[in-house]
């Protein structure tokens, strides 16, 4: 079973920038893909960023233009930098790594924008 392991969430104000990191605590497994969901209260779990093993990516429509997603392959770690935050940000932020055998999540970091 693989160990998810996220970061780096917390307060900040509308406008602000946070980065979000997660990695995965088996180096040697076979990632096919890692990104990131949220859940906002009251809210469906939605996707945000996502990024498959030969590099592509996409995004919620939401977020585009304002979060950006990196990888890196060799340590099964995934970072989303986050820019322009508004109220409509604030989220549980959960990171996914896939392997041919399934997902595997964290715990969630809270992200809260608020002034």
């Known amino acids: 079973q693989v160990q998810v392991m996220e970061s780096g969430g917390g307060l900040v104000q509308p406008g602000g920038s946070l980065r979000l990191s997660c990695t995965a605590s088996r180096i040697s497994i076979t990632i096919t893909a890692m990104g990131w969901y949220r859940q906002a209260p009251g809210k469906e779990r939605e996707f945000v960023a996502g990024?498959?093993?030969?590099?592509?990516?996409k995004y919620a429509d939401s977020v585009k233009g304002r979060f950006t997603i990196s990888r890196d392959n060799v340590q099964n770690a995934v970072s989303l930098h986050l820019a322009s935050l508004n109220a409509e940000d604030t989220a549980v932020y959960y990171c996914f790594f896939r392997t041919p055998w399934g997902d595997s999540w964290g715990q969630g970091t809270q992200v809260t924008v608020a002034s």
């Open positions: 990024v498959v093993s030969n590099g592509s990516t």
